[in-house]
């Protein structure tokens, strides 16, 4: 029946069914209403999601008084008790305010790399008061336009040293929360730093604690980079490191489209779900997209209920792969066992080595055999369009 339920782990940003529809062309002309924090999460209650997770100031705007920032969380918890809804992530908004121009923890000025070390302390504070275990970095603004501005090894300095730093106050607060790094190529900034999954699983690795540090992929950041988003997946996945994910969707080779999960890729969104459910993922999936701006808020609640629909439909269509004798058939005969290969498989011995040296393989017979993989992936398509 497809219908999300809360052990599917769906979440939704408050960024994300609470986007006006600006875009670049029409940034001061909204088509959809402002609705506060505690509408959206009613929302989303309301379309079946698990959870909802914000930056800073998606709940308490950069300017708001004391005053209204407590009415604000009081709203927001009200309508979090109401609907049910957790929050699993919270994130800083790094990017938006003219501060950010030149990059927040990479900036060239050491007053803004502080305020914005500052802003992430208080951005976790506010997160570990709503529950949320995740605390993700996106670093919209961290890169340049041009590099005779900035030394690319400072920014990867700046940045490391924010992180150690953040790292610390999270022990030191006792808060738990795991970080979460999101790569994205470009968009703001002309070239932003760690452009990749695989950039970041890399960096993490330089931090004084990479344990409590992972990734948050993006299924369209790895597209703007033409890349394959399963195999970034499971990259992350292989190193123990997939703390978290952003479904949405994304032309290859385009601006940054954000769009429902599974509305133009269908392939990949379907071996990414297949993946997730494979190696039993247990985090959020949670949605980073938003609503064309053709829709008002109706059109809002069709687009994340599509994402979590469409979701559910490639998980039953990856248990039907698994259990579709003919495919399973053709894997099995696709990937034969080791036979006489198995004495030189595994670990390094000088003896193995030697008699592998030694050994004489039948080239062209190896090569000879077809692997049928047209039909396997004709087999996939079939059951993907529904015919099988
Ligand atoms: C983007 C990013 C953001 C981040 C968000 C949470 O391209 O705009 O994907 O939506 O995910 O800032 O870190
Ligand atoms: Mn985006
Ligand atoms: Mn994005
Ligand atoms: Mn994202």
């Not at 004084?208 to 369209?220: I, K, L, R, S, T």
């Not at 990937?335 to 030697?354: L, Q």
């Amino acid at each position: 029946d497809y219908q999300p339920k809360p052990e599917h782990k769906f979440t939704f940003g408050l960024w994300t069914v609470g986007s006006s529809g600006a875009d670049q062309f029409a940034t001061t002309f909204p088509v959809r209403g402002p609705k506060t924090p505690a509408e959206l999460v009613r929302l989303l209650g309301e379309v079946g999601a698990y959870g909802v997770n914000f930056h800073d100031n998606d709940l308490i705007p950069l300017d708001a008084t004391p005053a209204e920032a407590e009415q604000i969380k009081k709203d927001f918890r009200a309508a979090l008790k109401e609907t049910g809804l957790v929050v699993p992530m919270a994130t800083t908004n790094l990017f938006s305010a003219q501060i950010f121009k030149d990059g927040a923890f990479t900036s060239n000025d050491p007053k803004v790399r502080a305020y914005s070390i500052q802003k992430a302390m208080r951005g976790m504070d506010l997160g570990a008061e709503f529950g949320a275990k995740i605390y993700v970095f996106w670093g919209g603004r961290e890169g340049t336009e041009t590099d005779a501005t900035k030394n690319p090894l400072d920014g990867l300095k700046r940045f490391r040293e924010a992180l150690n730093f953040l790292c610390e106050y999270n022990n030191s607060q006792g808060y738990g929360y795991k970080f979460a790094l999101e790569a994205k190529p470009n968009e703001p900034r002309g070239d932003i730093y760690l452009p990749t999954t695989g950039s970041m699983l890399a960096f993490i690795e330089t931090l004084d604690h990479p344990e409590m540090v992972g990734v948050n992929p993006e299924f369209a950041h790895e597209h703007m980079a033409g890349l394959n988003f399963m195999h970034a997946v499971a990259q992350a996945w292989d190193a123990g490191k997939l703390f978290h994910i952003d479904l949405n969707d994304q032309n290859y080779a385009r601006f940054d489209q954000d769009w429902r999960f599974g509305q133009q890729n269908w392939k990949q969104a379907f071996f990414l779900v297949k993946f997730l459910e494979d190696v039993g993922y247990t985090g959020s999936r949670h949605f980073d997209a938003h609503a064309f701006r053709t829709e008002d808020y109706e059109g809002v609640k069709d687009f994340a209920r599509g994402c979590m629909r469409t979701y559910l439909i490639f998980k039953e269509k990856a248990r039907q792969f698994n259990e579709d004798k003919e495919i399973q058939a053709l894997l099995a005969e696709i990937t034969p066992a080791s036979g006489e290969m198995e004495k030189f498989e595994g670990k390094f011995t000088a003896e193995k080595a030697a008699a592998l040296k030694a050994f004489s393989f039948d080239r062209n017979a190896i090569a000879a055999r077809g692997l049928k993989y047209e039909k396997l992936d004709q087999l996939l398509t079939d059951l993907m369009m529904g015919i099988r």
